[in-house]
């Protein structure tokens, strides 16, 4: 396996993330529904085209997970971009990778997995994170926090229904509903609140289904390169790095000393434990 190929693919993976990240934010006069509609649009026409060009069944087999998967993915979706009109970029990223902690308390009820001492301690210096940003970091928005939080809370839930679905589909079948379930959604909640788009935001709004198609694409492309889950896992984590760049350099946001101290426990946290995981299995 070549690592320095997986390398570059996931630092195009999280540099697709984070630009359609900073994209979401510059489009925050806009409804949250209007840009899910944009940002999943886009990318249903790469997954449909795929899907057909290849002659891949695009309705799967177990139709009522797949469509249970989209409902869950397009929620947390929704409430993350609903939460960066109130939250700097960075912050709210970071804040939505708490999702791997849901997801193990959510394992542990449905999928009767166990966890192991030494992941609550990481999951405790991740959430220590949290509580240093809204503890020390009195410009943080309540409302922005709890829209972020319910936003994890259903994206930790994306990995129990990804555990339930397994291999028993194709890969880009189970994105192609999530897909198509956020345009049916994103469409329909968009009745009475459509912000007409000009100029540029035609070309930024469809950017969003292509950034965000790109940077799954080349994720999916590095795991497959390397050798072991943990020598790329960690980088997943640079799209928070980029995002917060982003926002500090093209929207002028300000981090004090304690909202990066607390990113950056969330951060570490959560690397420690994607790590622990993998020795887990070896």
Not at 27 to 46: C, D, E, G, K, N
Not at 189 to 212: A, C, D, K, Q, T
Request: aromatic letters at 16%.
């Amino acid at each position: 396996m070549d690592i320095k190929k997986a390398l570059k693919f996931m630092l195009i993976s999280t540099l697709s993330f984070a630009c359609m990240n900073s994209i979401v934010k510059h489009l925050t006069h806009m409804s949250a529904y209007q840009i899910v509609f944009f940002r999943s649009i886009t990318t249903l026409i790469f997954t449909l085209t795929f899907l057909l060009k290849h002659k891949i069944p695009v309705l799967g087999n177990n139709k009522k997970i797949l469509i249970l998967r989209g409902v869950v993915g397009v929620t947390s979706m929704t409430f993350f971009f609903m939460s960066t009109k109130y939250l700097p970029i960075g912050t709210a990223v970071s804040l939505r990778y708490m999702a791997p902690i849901f997801a193990a308390i959510f394992a542990i009820f449905f999928l009767k997995e166990k966890v192991k001492p030494m992941q609550w301690f990481f999951f405790a210096m991740a959430f220590s994170g949290v509580v240093i940003l809204k503890g020390f970091d009195l410009n943080l928005d309540s409302y922005g926090l709890l829209l972020i939080f319910i936003s994890a809370i259903f994206s930790g839930l994306v990995y129990v229904v990804l555990s339930k679905i397994g291999k028993t589909e194709h890969p880009v079948v189970v994105v192609n509903y999530f897909m198509a379930i956020s345009v049916i959604v994103g469409a329909t909640l968009s009745i009475g609140r459509w912000v007409n788009p000009n100029g540029i935001e035609w070309f930024m709004l469809l950017g969003l289904g292509v950034f965000g198609y790109f940077g799954q694409v080349y994720m999916t492309k590095a795991f497959q390169t390397a050798s072991s889950t943990s020598q790329i896992a960690p980088l997943k984590y640079l799209e928070t790095i980029f995002t917060l760049l982003f926002g500090v350099f093209v929207f002028a946001e300000v981090y004090t000393f304690w909202s990066l101290l607390g990113i950056g426990l969330i951060i570490v946290g959560l690397i420690l434990n994607a790590q622990f995981k993998e020795r887990l299995k070896t």
